[in-house]
T-cell receptor, first 116, second 115 residues
Framework: DSGVTQTPKHLITATGQRVTLRCSPR?????VYWYQQSLDQGLQFLIQ???????AKGNILERFSAQQFPDLHSELNLSSLELGDSALYFC???????????????FGPGTRLTVT | AQSVAQPEDQVNVAEGNPLTVKCTYS??????LFWYVQYPNRGLQFLLK??????LVKGSYGFEAEFNKSQTSFHLKKPSALVSDSALYFC?????????????FGTGTRLTVIP
């Protein structure tokens, strides 16, 4: 168990809908990362937050957004869903980069999103 | 831009034999390299990392990895494979962009250990 929790585990929804995925980082970790894993595109970085502020963006669609709250949990919002958004969405957390051991990330179990 | 390549989609090895899962990298600057393992319906588990120091890095579950700067490789190894090692293995490199700490992952190598 990595200490990173994600809810829900599974989500089935229809095209055009909006969903919210939730992540709680490991205790003490300030950075949260979101990744998408799909068969055709592999594991792709979406977005990073550090202590409530956006730090880096990857291949995140404009239909997707995220935020990190004062208690450090994070939510990934996916809107106007398309069939191609079906994937496994992972959250990861880490301590502050540069801190001893601060570069590896610890992953949650993921949320499997199915868009029908 | 940073990237990693895993040239083998599938690696099969007999139980008890040594295993190697290959990874090559391309980075500007010093590489920060990682190996993760993914079991079915599970998240990624951190195995080991190379930041600096000894070229042979030891990690979890008896795995180790050898950093080779001249060959830009970071191969994962284990002296004696177990059936329970069967899983999907990912090599990753840290983004060195300003303020970023995200990882770029390879395409993964599926390891099957045959009893």
């Amino acid at each position: 168990d990595s200490g990173v929790t994600q809810t829900p585990k599974h989500l089935i929804t229809a095209t055009g809908q909006r969903v919210t995925l939730r992540c709680s980082p490991r205790s003490g970790d300030l950075s949260v990362y979101w990744y998408q894993q799909s068969l055709d595109q592999g594991l792709q970085f979406l977005i990073q937050y550090y202590n409530g502020e956006e730090r880096a963006k990857g291949n995140i669609l404009e239909r997707f957004s995220a935020q990190q709250f004062p208690d450090l949990h994070s939510e990934l919002n996916l809107s106007s869903l398309e069939l191609g958004d079906s994937a496994l969405y992972f959250c990861a957390s880490s301590v502050s980069p540069g801190t001893s051991g601060g570069y590896e990330q610890y992953f949650g179990p993921g949320t499997r999103l199915t868009v029908t | 831009a940073q990237s990693v390549a895993q040239p083998e989609d599938q690696v099969n090895v007999a139980e008890g034999n040594p295993l190697t899962v290959k990874c090559t990298y391309s980075v500007s600057g010093n590489p920060y390299l990682f190996w993760y393992v993914q079991y079915p319906n599970r998240g990624l588990q951190f195995l080991l990392k190379y930041i600096t120091g000894d070229n042979l890095v030891k990690g979890s579950y008896g795995f180790e990895a050898e950093f080779n700067k001249s060959q830009t490789s970071f191969h994962l190894k284990k002296p004696s494979a177990l059936v329970s090692d069967s899983a999907l293995y990912f090599c990753a490199v840290r983004d060195t962009g300003t303020g970023a700490n995200n990882l770029f992952f390879g395409t993964g190598t599926r390891l099957t250990v045959i009893p």
